[in-house]
């Protein structure tokens, strides 16, 4: 692989390529720069909204507004990114915070962290470390003070000790990835986010990405060799930047290292880094939820963040009346894991993720679920994305969503994977019939 930053992801023809901010500054990142913060004062029980211009958040048609601050008004005006409503979990939290449904609670050492996962829905096993300098905290962040990012399916949030608040991105059915600040008591829509959260990064739209660097000691990421990860990615070129926990099986990559010589920038010492089970040597975990950088979350992360890319992008050129021939391709291999990077030994995570994420369903009648781990040869036992289930790929355009359909079917029916459309077919409703049909 060149050391020269580049993508991985599969590149769709057409894709927009935003000028971005140098990954020098940025690359490293779960989040890259996740453009939020709460930082709220122990007697702040409700905040107040500030939209800086934007609509407030709420359901129901887009008002009327004369707002037009985004370069995505004039390349999508159909999708109405700063002017329309939005329908994620954050803008659902602030109407509950607002109705007096939902309560944040701020406690020592974390402050409000704990309360927000919980809110959300977040479980703390989701833990990732990451200590490459990048975000609106860069000046908190090191291989001493990691930022922490949780999430789940819809939502992640970013935390540092000391640092000024948390922040938070939410994945939006229509609007891709929405970027907010918590700060001094107010939300805040932030579009500066952008700067790095829209471009060949995350396929042309607003989202989030995992980010592989070469860091050196203070955490500040080599002007080459970034790159953006997901589960296609050789493991080798992986978590530059971050911390990464295993009980066994971790392949050699670029986790729990730094550049010692700043004569040589792209060499890590990463002897005897792979397979750490705590990182209690490494910094004072007693701040954070755990002491733990789990690589099963980290590579469900990797692939969670670039399937609602190219959920986001196949929805935005499915409303704008583009070609789709491309986009749906590349979704559908991507959905299906197509040259996922396979496992040269079987690896183990240290947290209970690996417990709790196959919990949350929906299981078949033979007790079967998409969120099953393999573990042994590939990350999942049924390589389908989980994100068949989300309130993106439901709110695909009929036009686009049909044809995503049969190309997922199709694929499974010739690779012989009738478990996974029997799993499917248990457990989603509104399919096409032809996915009702028992193949024998």
């Not at 109705?99 to 096993?125: C, T």
């Not at 829509?189 to 860091?215: I, K």
Request: proline share 7%.
């Amino acid at each position: 692989m060149s050391q020269n930053a580049r993508l991985h992801s599969s590149r769709i023809p057409g894709a927009r390529r935003r000028n971005c901010a140098p990954w020098s500054t940025v690359a490293g990142a779960a989040l890259g720069m996740l453009a939020a913060s709460l930082s709220w004062s122990a007697g702040t029980s409700v905040p107040t909204i500030s939209d800086n211009g934007y609509p407030p958040v709420q359901e129901g048609p887009p008002p009327k507004t004369g707002l037009s601050a985004l370069s995505y008004d004039s390349e999508y005006p159909v999708i109405g990114y700063s002017g329309t409503p939005v329908h994620n979990r954050i803008a659902r939290l602030q109407t509950r915070l607002l109705g007096g449904q939902a309560k944040l609670e701020f406690k020592p050492p974390r402050g409000y962290l704990d309360s927000v996962l919980k809110n959300l829905g977040i479980d703390p096993s989701s833990q990732m470390l990451v200590y490459s300098k990048s975000s609106l905290q860069v000046q908190w962040v090191n291989a001493a003070a990691p930022r922490a990012i949780y999430f789940n399916d819809e939502v992640a949030v970013g935390w540092v000790p000391g640092g000024d608040g948390m922040e938070v991105a939410a994945s939006d059915p229509m609007q891709g990835a929405v970027f907010y600040t918590f700060r001094d008591g107010a939300l805040t829509r932030r579009e500066e986010c952008l700067h790095c959260h829209d471009g060949a990064s995350t396929m042309g739209v607003p989202g989030m990405f995992v980010g592989s660097v070469f860091p050196d000691r203070t955490g500040a990421p080599a002007r080459t060799g970034a790159i953006i990860t997901d589960h296609r990615t050789p493991f080798a070129d992986r978590w530059g930047g971050w911390y990464v926990t295993a009980a066994g099986g971790e392949q050699r990559d670029r986790a729990n290292a730094v550049a010692l010589d700043p004569a040589e920038p792209l060499v890590l010492a990463t002897e005897a880094r792979q397979n750490l089970r705590t990182l209690t040597r490494e910094f004072d975990v007693s701040r954070y939820l755990a002491p733990t950088s789990d690589i099963v979350a980290l590579m469900t992360f990797e692939h969670q963040t670039q399937m609602a890319n190219l959920l986001t992008r196949l929805a935005w050129d499915a409303r704008s009346g583009l070609p789709l021939e491309a986009d749906l391709k590349t979704t559908a291999d991507y959905m299906l894991f197509v040259d996922e990077a396979l496992l040269a030994e079987p690896i183990t995570g240290v947290s209970t993720f690996t417990e709790t994420f196959p919990q949350r369903g929906p299981r078949d009648r033979k007790g079967r679920s998409l969120r099953d781990f393999d573990l042994r040869t590939r990350l999942f036992r049924y390589p389908l994305s989980y994100l068949i289930y989300g309130r993106k790929f439901d709110a695909l355009p009929e036009s686009v969503k049909g044809p995503l359909y049969r190309r997922l079917y199709d694929s499974l029916t010739a690779a012989g994977r009738h478990d996974i459309i029997e799993i499917v077919r248990n457990t989603k409703s509104s399919l096409p019939a032809y996915w009702r049909e028992r193949v024998e």
